[in-house]
């Protein structure tokens, strides 16, 4: 990853990132496969500050936690100053201050907090410098998201680097880029619901049987054979999950019947976002996508749901620093 250094004796004094939002999981990828979506970005302003370590001038919802030991951006920041600290990089002044502009929606917990954990991350390191390297950062984001949603990188490697990626080892950590595939576009269908991370989480197995662990793996191992050999069919008939989904699809009611018309209109596979409520197919073309779209939205509706669609792609770009 490449962020323009700002310098950390006080060249700049405010920086923005903006940072994708993502699919977690992509399917059968439990914790271990996520890509970045081109759209809503969440957006975090730091600035040097009098106030030691890092507050929070706008937590960015009024849901949010202003106590920035709480919130998913500060925390990530208050990691990379910890980080810096160790490196003897002197700063400008006692602390920093983070804004935080959030478009991704609070549909549990956070929302976004992955997003939102990066784009702190990211900010504060700007302001020192861009010193950091991704492996370190990875871990800061990973600091953060591990209090709020839990110890996953899935959604956090995306949203730093774009792309799709494959969560190869957590510790140490070890993350790799796939190539997208030519003409993937993506239907996002968000349900008028809420379902915290920390319940999403809750309902998944303890214990699964040999045959679906080895069915898991299968697919994760098509979904990387499939953007390697940019082969869409390959890609969706890999979307299939036996894990997360049939544990989290009775959280989400119209989520079924949702899936299900998203095939029947032509989608390449579907499944749950994450850890919801979120739903995602993967099409091919722009085309393929409304109509998809439409159909997912006219199912939600049938179960009694309201329900919001887009067609996208995947954001190939990650973070973005720029001064203020």
Same mark, same amino acid.
């Given at each position: 990853?490449?962020?323009?250094?700002?310098?950390? !004796? $006080?060249?700049?004094?405010?920086?923005?990132?903006?940072?994708?939002?993502?699919? $977690?999981?992509?399917?059968?990828?439990?914790?271990? &496969?996520?890509?970045?979506?081109?759209? &809503?970005?969440?957006?975090?302003?730091?600035?040097? !500050?009098?106030?030691?370590?890092?507050?929070?001038?706008?937590?960015?919802?009024?849901?949010?936690?202003?106590?920035?030991?709480?919130?998913?951006?500060?925390?990530?920041?208050?990691?990379?100053?910890?980080?810096?600290?160790?490196?003897?990089?002197?700063?400008?002044?006692?602390?920093?201050?983070?804004?935080?502009?959030?478009?991704?929606?609070?549909? $549990?917990?956070?929302?976004?907090?992955?997003?939102?954990?990066?784009?702190?991350?990211?900010?504060?390191?700007? &302001?020192?410098?861009?010193?950091?390297?991704?492996?370190?950062?990875?871990?800061?984001?990973?600091?953060?998201?591990?209090?709020?949603?839990?110890?996953?990188?899935?959604?956090?490697?995306? !949203?730093?680097?774009?792309?799709?990626?494959?969560?190869?080892?957590?510790?140490?950590?070890?993350?790799?880029?796939?190539?997208?595939?030519?003409?993937?576009?993506?239907?996002?269908?968000?349900?008028?619901?809420?379902?915290?991370?920390?319940?999403?989480?809750?309902?998944?197995?303890?214990?699964?049987?040999?045959?679906?662990?080895?069915?898991?793996?299968?697919?994760?191992?098509?979904?990387?054979?499939?953007?390697?050999?940019?082969?869409?069919?390959?890609? $969706?008939?890999?979307?299939?999950?036996?894990?997360?989904?049939?544990?989290?699809?009775?959280?989400?009611?119209?989520?079924?019947?949702?899936?299900?018309?998203?095939?029947?209109?032509?989608?390449?596979?579907?499944?749950?976002?994450?850890?919801?409520?979120?739903?995602?197919?993967?099409?091919?073309?722009?085309?393929?996508?409304?109509?998809?779209?439409?159909?997912?939205?006219?199912?939600?509706? &049938?179960?009694?749901?309201?329900?919001?669609?887009?067609?996208?792609?995947?954001?190939?770009?990650?973070?973005?620093?720029?001064?203020?």
């Amino acid at each position: 990853m490449t962020v323009k250094a700002l310098g950390a !004796s $006080g060249a700049a004094t405010r920086v923005v990132v903006s940072v994708p939002g993502g699919i $977690g999981n992509l399917g059968p990828g439990l914790d271990v &496969l996520g890509c970045a979506i081109a759209g &809503l970005r969440d957006e975090v302003t730091a600035e040097w !500050s009098d106030v030691p370590g890092v507050s929070l001038l706008d937590a960015g919802h009024p849901e949010l936690p202003r106590d920035p030991t709480r919130h998913t951006s500060a925390i990530a920041a208050a990691a990379v100053l910890d980080a810096a600290r160790r490196r003897d990089v002197v700063l400008s002044r006692a602390g920093i201050a983070l804004t935080v502009r959030k478009q991704l929606p609070l549909s $549990g917990g956070q929302g976004g907090s992955a997003a939102s954990a990066v784009a702190g991350a990211v900010a504060a390191d700007a &302001l020192l410098g861009a010193s950091l390297d991704t492996t370190t950062l990875l871990q800061c984001c990973l600091a953060a998201e591990e209090i709020v949603a839990g110890r996953h990188l899935d959604n956090i490697a995306p !949203s730093l680097l774009g792309g799709i990626v494959l969560i190869r080892c957590l510790d140490p950590i070890d993350v790799v880029r796939l190539p997208i595939p030519n003409g993937l576009r993506v239907v996002l269908a968000h349900p008028s619901q809420r379902l915290r991370t920390s319940e999403a989480r809750g309902v998944l197995p303890a214990s699964i049987p040999r045959a679906d662990a080895l069915h898991q793996m299968a697919q994760v191992g098509a979904i990387v054979a499939a953007c390697h050999s940019n082969d869409l069919a390959l890609l $969706g008939r890999a979307i299939d999950d036996r894990i997360a989904e049939p544990a989290r699809a009775p959280l989400l009611p119209g989520f079924v019947e949702a899936k299900r018309a998203a095939i029947s209109a032509g989608a390449l596979g579907a499944s749950i976002s994450g850890a919801g409520p979120t739903a995602f197919a993967f099409v091919a073309g722009d085309e393929a996508g409304e109509r998809v779209a439409a159909a997912m939205r006219a199912a939600y509706s &049938l179960a009694g749901v309201e329900c919001t669609t887009r067609v996208t792609y995947v954001d190939s770009n990650g973070a973005v620093a720029r001064p203020a």
